[in-house]
């Protein structure tokens, strides 16, 4: 690790790092001391997505670094398609972040795999029994055919993916469908007034029913997650490629 020249963005109290990961090297901001918390951005965008939440964890007591990865911003642009690829991982686990289903603040974690598939297997291997399968009955969500998400995987990876959802249970969905119902009328009626109070109201009572931001609530999924993420990389760490 070294630091680096930056790209001219800046967060007070923060540094700009390279981080040689094997075949690329990355560039990466970091602050803080403490536990250390990755942020990962998503397409098509680089580390500032963060820029809000990396002075928050650090102050808060984390070490936070948010890379920009390989072929973003400052970090290496390889040439060939192929190095993007996950096609030659011996194993891809993926988790799918979600809330509004299940009890208030408890991780859910659903397997959408057909039952009897060794995705399934492994993901009961990973994680445990509490992994629920919806086409069996034993989950919160019902049975879901031709989703994008376990259709892209399982298409690309077969057997050698671990799909799961990771859904966090807020209010009921009885409780929900208020909030939902007020906002497709407000969009079926036509141009959002996005400043009218009761816009804000709809968008208020909608966002609160899928993330009621409380410090109890956070704690939980903030728990939940480090323990999912743990058996999940333990998981990988054992598959034998």
């Known amino acids: 690790m070294t630091t680096t020249a930056t790209d001219g963005l800046e967060i007070e109290g923060a540094q700009h790092i390279q981080l040689d990961v094997g075949e690329v090297r990355l ?8 536990p250390l918390v990755v942020l990962l951005h998503g397409f098509p965008e680089f580390w500032w997505s963060w820029r809000l939440q990396i002075p928050a964890l650090a102050a808060a007591g984390f070490h936070v670094v948010a890379p920009d990865l390989r072929g973003y911003n400052l970090s290496d642009r390889p ?14 686990g993926v988790i799918d972040y979600h809330t509004g289903l299940g009890p208030y603040g408890y991780g859910e974690l659903i ?14 291997e990973w994680y445990g029994e509490c992994v629920t399968v919806p086409a069996l009955g034993t989950s919160s969500s019902v049975p879901k055919h031709g989703t994008a998400g376990t259709a892209f995987w399982q298409q690309r990876f077969g057997e050698r993916v671990v799909y799961t959802a990771l859904e966090y249970g807020t209010f009921s969905p009885d409780v929900g469908r208020g909030p939902m119902r007020e906002d497709h009328v407000l969009h079926a009626r036509g141009p959002v007034d996005w400043n009218a109070p009761e816009t804000q109201r709809i968008k208020r009572n909608l966002r609160h029913h899928f993330f009621p931001d409380t410090q109890p ?8 997650s480090r323990q999912v993420l743990a058996q999940a990389l333990a998981g990988l760490a054992s598959v034998t490629m």
């Open 217 to 224: 609530w956070r704690e939980l999924v903030v728990f939940r």
């Open 111 to 124: 397997c959408d795999h057909d039952p009897g598939t060794p995705s399934v297997a492994t993901a009961i």
């Open 27 to 34: 560039h990466a901001v970091e602050a803080g001391r403490g």
């Open 79 to 92: 040439p060939s398609v192929a190095d993007y690829g996950l096609a030659a991982r011996g194993c891809v």
